[in-house]
């Protein structure tokens, strides 16, 4: 078994208590690895590290200086793709050929991305009614950022936190979620290989309501950016108030994926299922409930679930396996409990709706993808954010009822349009209250896309030139040039 250690003031180290607990592999239910268990005294440590560096070294790099070090990192990180996507693999579940192709080369890419951004925060020259003065606006790093991430793309969540604070000159103590920390801890190594002076990045894993309520209202953190449920993220502004810590909120999600009677056929259905199971269906932007223009639903509800039932779940190491394990037995039961929920209400198992019976997956936390259809927007299924392959077929008559069983949710971080007329298309991306709008494509990311959470969503953006500003502060600076004292009195 590994150990997964904290990462305090550039060096590996155990929890201040002593504390392990076992990280377990989804697929097999067997340990995975020994992991510490991080409490105050830790978070403690590693933000006063975070200030000692940013006040120092870090903090005294240029722009160029920082963009060097992110370079490096992400250079040596991508050529130990091999290591991290198995590690991912193992922690999360992920199939091996997602975590190789998606997890680390699109980390690798983000970072480098950062890396090249490390100077685009420019402030403007505000144009006043004072010949007299100049006014000008800067934006600089907070100094300690705090970050809490989710489970589900542990090693790309982090990227997207420690990326945009180090390139702004923060300095960062992050925390992974408690069932996947291994490839958060491990990737310190690609940093301090670089040359990220100690303290800039802090590590602490450990359990959410200890370690990152510790981040969330140590003093010295002026803000954090926080991925995960709107439930959690709650309880997160909550605890901001205490210190009038400043946040990036990226919650929760159940989007709808919208498909007119004129969408290309073949687009529409390979859209609704990369849509809703990259990564097994444990993703924030997942498209999961399906609105289907009435006059198409039949058919297209079958072609959505012949793709489900043909996809192989399986063992996540095999390249063959296109969908591995729920990330954990308490998903598990979120998952299935989901299913059997639904048909209580009255849906319709279409595909999928149980676990597989090959008897090598029956130690590990698997589920078929799942359509249910006959559902309405009334529905738990429909309303509650699942986070797993379980899809929610709605149907529709026409772009008004469209749009509003689409917006009738609390959330409104994505949602995807397919159609092949252009006006309808504008209408819709303009009607829909989400962050993103994907049109006749879904899932797409890039490091230059800003990422916004609508509603329940989130408050903020990350990612993109505007996500890079989340990690710096804003001043303006007001100078009389004039020579002249106030005239007040
Ligand atoms: P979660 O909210 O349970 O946990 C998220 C993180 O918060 C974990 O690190 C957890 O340990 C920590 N945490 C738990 N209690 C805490 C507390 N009291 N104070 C501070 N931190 C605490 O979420 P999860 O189950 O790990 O991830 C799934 C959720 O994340 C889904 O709701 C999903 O939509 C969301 N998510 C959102 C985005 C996005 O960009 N909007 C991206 C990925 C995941």
């Known amino acids: ?12 180290c155990d929890a201040a208590g002593g504390e392990t607990y076992e990280s377990i592999n989804p697929a097999t239910g067997r340990p995975l690895a020994t992991v510490a268990k991080g409490g105050a005294e830790d978070v403690a440590r590693a933000c006063e590290a975070a200030q000692r560096a940013f006040e120092g070294e870090w903090g005294a790099m240029t722009s160029a200086e920082r963009s060097a070090v992110l370079a490096q990192a992400a250079d040596l990180l991508e050529a130990r793709t091999d290591e991290f996507a198995q590690l991912e693999t193992a922690d999360v579940g992920k199939p091996i050929t997602e975590a190789s192709n998606i997890d680390v080369p699109v980390s690798v890419s983000y970072l480098r991305w950062y890396a090249s951004v490390t100077d685009a925060a420019v402030g ?14 800067l934006y ?27 390139a702004m000159g923060n300095c960062i103590v992050i925390k992974p979620a408690s069932v996947t920390p291994l490839t958060t801890s491990l990737v310190c190594e690609c940093f301090a290989e670089a040359g990220l002076p100690a303290g800039a990045l802090n590590v602490i894993t450990g359990p959410g309501s200890v370690v990152g309520e510790a981040i969330v209202t140590h003093p010295r953190v002026s803000m954090v950016s926080f991925t995960g449920s709107t439930e959690v993220g709650r309880r997160v502004i909550e ?3 205490q210190n009038i810590t400043n946040l990036s909120m990226e919650l929760g999600g159940k989007s709808p994926t919208i498909v007119f009677e004129d969408a290309d056929a073949d687009q529409a259905v390979a859209g609704a299922v ?6 097994n269906g444990q993703n924030c932007i997942a498209g999961t409930r399906l609105l289907v223009q009435q006059s198409i639903y039949d058919d297209a509800c079958a072609a959505v679930a012949e793709k489900l039932d043909s996809l192989r779940v399986g063992d996540p190491t095999d390249p063959a396996t296109q969908l591995g394990a729920i990330v954990s037995q308490e998903q598990f039961d979120k998952v299935t409990g989901a299913i059997r929920r639904g048909r209580e209400e009255g849906a319709t198992v279409a595909a999928g709706g149980t676990v597989p019976d090959d008897p090598e997956l029956q130690d590990g936390w698997f589920v078929r993808p799942t359509l ?23 149907p529709f008559e026409d772009e008004e009822e469209a749009i509003a069983i689409a917006n009738d949710t609390p959330y409104g971080l994505g949602s995807g349009v397919f159609t092949i007329d252009a ?20 899932n797409q990311v890039y490091p230059q896309s800003p990422f916004p959470g609508w509603k329940q969503s989130g408050t903020g953006v990350e990612r993109g030139v505007r996500g890079l500003l989340t990690y710096a502060r804003y001043k303006n600076v007001i ?7 106030i005239a007040w009195f």
Not at 1 to 12: A, S, V
Request: aromatic fraction near 10%; charged fraction near 20%; include cysteine.
């Open 140 to 166: 600089q790093p907070f100094g300690v950022v705090g970050g809490i991430a989710p489970w589900n793309f542990p090693l790309f969540l982090a990227m997207l936190k420690i990326g945009p604070a180090l």
């Open 372 to 394: 249910l259809t006959d559902c309405t927007n009334d529905m738990s299924v429909s309303r509650e954010e699942i986070f797993g392959p379980v899809l929610v077929a709605i």
């Open 124 to 137: 403007e020259t505000i144009d006043i009614p004072n010949a007299g003065q100049i006014d000008f606006s």
């Open 423 to 442: 006006d309808r298309a504008h209408r819709m991306a303009r009607a829909l209250q989400s962050g993103t709008v994907y049109v006749n494509t879904y």
């Open 274 to 279: 990369f849509g809703l199971l990259l990564n």
């Open 1 to 12: 078994m590994r150990d997964c250690r904290l990462f305090i003031d550039g060096e590996f």
């Open 239 to 241: 605890l901001s108030a």
């Open 479 to 485: 100078w009389d040039v004039s020579g002249e004292a």
